[in-house]
């Protein structure tokens, strides 16, 4: 319970809050709906009517939300913001590396709101249709053929015969030759191709399908700022003179009782809404295409094993921290893709880097570019120009704020832990008397042997290092291999057992078979560090992720003397 609240608490409070904020909006606007302005409306629609205005006034909240968790330089000028050390401020940091779920979980809720509104509205213009082809001296009539005057108009939009197509086209024919319907047409063709062509399957084996398409939320929007705009439900405006529940039976006129009910459309509210963040936005893409401009020179390209390339590069007035990503855009390949890649190097090094796998068209094209599987050498001045937007920070920035440190990594998610371990070590063998962080583990699960070779060289450094310094207890790695070895491998990995360097890796730690014991791992980084706040840092597949955040839970304690685990995640 206790790392529950460690680790869940404020993630539910925001939580909390969204969809108290979202269920709030939509019964206040429901309401607003069964007020005596709509009883004529009502009456032609049916409940449909407030089902539709309360999900319309809820997207235009949540289209409010959408774009903020991707300004990317707002989130980094947040979480620079938040520097403080206090407890509170360094949980506000936590969520915002968050963004992406947030993101993911607003347009989620947009979807929602999107069917209940335009399945609503189906009904409403259903009912419209009706009470235009109702029998004559029937409320509905008198309703549907009120006609233009000075002071008010029309409360139902179906002004003229339709058709009378079959299968129900009669109904869609009436609704998009209003402003409202084409453009909600529009709107909700954009969002399906959007969030379909967002799958994870997609987004991982076909980036660019995913880029180009989520470029629709220009059309997204814009349709959004148009679509009330012609005012087609309407409230009535002069209730005082036309009580609808005394007037509904009774003759209307000049010389009545109960004159004619007047009728007002609503002002279009989205763009009140929308304007702030699609304001941000276009400050942020500023800043991107700013930083587009700006020259970056590739002064090394290096090769690794498995498919791996090490792009070194230099900007002036570039300045970086460890753990975070920049994206890259290559011109010769196409003008409009970035990619994210984490960087690779420390902030002491003179250059930053990058580890790209090449397994895509557009790393494949890069890889090419730069000449990796050239036999000549290819001088830097052949290198193609790249822009370089960021560097952004992540959650693995914040492993400078715990005692102690776990970086769990799985395959090629171990980039963004070189620039830590690295800059970490640096602090460190320089007495760095603002370092906080005392111990460090590395915990690193690989399918093959092939995915150690680049990395492992980092890992000899820091362990030559450390030996020479007398600092070896400093870094406590250890590398599974989950699978890749065959019988003459294993034949020769047992051969060498006694061996004081590990036959796959050459280090001096030998690496272990199978899959780490979790509930292994965490009692005894708890017993060795009673009492300490531990940041427990990943980055790799969702599956492992989970169980890393449980059992971060799991092995919390709030008691004296307890260690408190605190479950970070690479999202970018």
């Not at 549907?144 to 339709?162: E, F, K, M, Q």
């Not at 405006?237 to 000049?254: L, M, R, S």
């Not at 057992?497 to 292994?520: C, F, I």
């Amino acid at each position: 319970m206790s790392g529950w609240i460690v680790n869940e608490v404020p993630k539910w409070i925001i939580l909390f809050i969204w969809y108290g904020l979202n269920i709030g909006l939509w019964v206040m606007t429901f309401l607003q709906y069964e007020q005596p302005e709509y009883y004529y409306t009502k009456y032609l629609t049916g409940a449909g009517l407030g089902i539709a205005k309360a999900s319309g006034f809820c997207l235009n909240f949540n289209c409010m939300l959408i774009l903020l968790p991707v300004c990317r330089n707002l989130i980094s000028f947040l979480r620079g913001s938040c520097t403080c050390c206090k407890k509170s401020v360094h949980v506000v940091r936590r969520q915002l590396d968050k963004n992406i779920t947030f993101h993911k979980a607003v347009a989620y809720m947009i979807c929602l709101h999107s069917i209940l509104h335009v399945v609503a509205h189906c009904f409403n213009f259903d009912g419209f249709i009706d009470g235009y082809y109702s029998e004559e001296g029937t409320l509905a009539y008198n309703l549907s053929t009120l006609p233009y005057s000075a002071n008010g108009t029309w409360v139902n939009p179906i002004r003229t015969v339709t058709t009378g197509l079959p299968f129900g086209l009669g109904l869609i024919e009436a609704a998009v030759v209003t402003v409202a319907g084409l453009s909600g047409v529009i709107i909700t063709v954009a969002l399906v191709v959007m969030v379909t062509s967002a799958t994870e399957t997609i987004r991982r084996s076909y980036f660019e399908v995913f880029w180009y398409t989520h470029h629709l939320f220009i059309v997204f929007f814009a349709g959004t700022l148009v679509h009330g705009i012609q005012g087609i439900v309407k409230g009535q405006t002069n209730v005082a003179e036309h009580d609808p529940y005394e007037c509904y039976n009774k003759p209307w006129g000049p010389n009545e009782v109960c004159p004619e009910p007047q009728f007002l459309g609503s002002k279009a509210a989205s763009w009140m809404w929308c304007i702030g963040p699609l304001a941000l936005y276009l400050v942020e893409r500023g800043i991107r295409l700013y930083r587009s401009f700006q020259t970056v020179k590739i002064i090394k390209v290096i090769k690794h094993p498995t498919n791996v390339i090490e792009v070194r590069m230099q900007r002036k007035g570039f300045s970086m921290l460890p753990g975070q990503y920049i994206f890259i855009q290559c011109g010769t390949i196409s003008s409009l893709e970035w990619h994210p890649f984490t960087l690779t190097s420390m902030p002491e090094d003179d250059y930053f880097s990058v580890h790209i796998r090449v397994v895509g068209d557009w790393t494949s094209a890069l890889s090419k570019a730069c000449g990796a599987d050239a036999l000549e050498f290819r001088d830097a001045s052949e290198m193609p120009s790249l822009a370089v937007d960021g560097p952004f920070g992540t959650s693995s920035t914040d492993i400078f704020r715990y005692e102690v440190g776990v970086c769990v990594a799985a395959g090629i998610g171990a980039t963004p832990f070189a620039s830590v371990l690295k800059s970490i070590w640096y602090k460190y063998s320089h007495d760095d008397v603002e370092l906080k962080l005392k111990k460090v583990y590395f915990y690193w699960t690989c399918p093959d042997t092939k995915a150690f070779e680049w990395f492992t060289d980092l890992l000899d450094h820091l362990e030559a290092e450390m030996v020479e310094q007398g600092k070896g207890d400093f870094l406590d790695y250890n590398i599974y291999l989950t699978r890749g070895w065959d019988v003459n491998q294993a034949r020769n990995i047992y051969l060498h057992e006694g061996d004081n360097a590990d036959v796959v890796t050459g280090l001096q730690k030998k690496t272990h078979y199978g899959r780490p014991n979790w509930d292994e791992v965490f009692p005894a980084i708890a017993a060795a560090n009673s009492g300490k706040n531990i940041g427990v840092f990943f980055c790799g597949p969702k599956a492992l992720s989970s169980v890393l955040h449980k059992k971060s839970n799991e092995y919390s304690t709030i008691k004296t003397g307890g260690a408190q685990f605190h479950y970070n995640k690479e999202n970018f």
